[in-house]
């Protein structure tokens, strides 16, 4: 079983930024895809980054050049930094882990979801 803890959520100004972590369990992270997605009251889990075991990255066009994710094995922890925030970036943010060799951009291809956490951008 594998258990994510995200933490990094709070209240920032548009334009601001933040760095969302999230810590793993397990001893097999390093070999794991891991994703972040946001959902916003009243809409669907959107794809916000994903990174392979090898470091590769993935982003929708709403956040590529502004949203970095990046992973530390050593401390089974992925991140997301967030700069140049927009109003429209506030959500609840989720990391996610598939424990296979894909890097799904769609949560069906996650298997284990961390609890969240609240990113809200004021103007």
């Known amino acids: 079983q594998v258990q994510l803890v995200e933490s990094g959520g709070g209240l920032v100004q548009a334009g601001g930024s933040l760095r969302l972590s999230c810590a793993a369990s397990?001893?097999?992270?390093?070999?794991?895809?891991m994703g972040w997605f946001r959902q916003a009251p009243g809409k669907e889990r959107e794809f916000v980054a994903a990174i392979s075991s090898s470091g590769s990255t993935y982003y929708p066009d709403s956040v590529k050049g502004r949203f970095t994710i990046s992973r530390d094995n050593a401390k089974n922890t992925v991140y997301l930094q967030m700069n140049s925030l927009k109003i429209e970036d506030t959500a609840l943010y989720y990391c996610?882990?598939?424990?296979?060799?894909?890097?799904?951009?769609?949560?069906?291809?996650?298997?284990?979801w961390g609890q969240g956490t609240q990113v809200t951008v004021s103007s």
């Open positions: 397990g001893r097999t992270f390093s070999r794991y895809a």
């Open positions: 996610a882990i598939n424990p296979g060799v894909a890097v799904p951009i769609t949560p069906k291809g996650y298997a284990y």
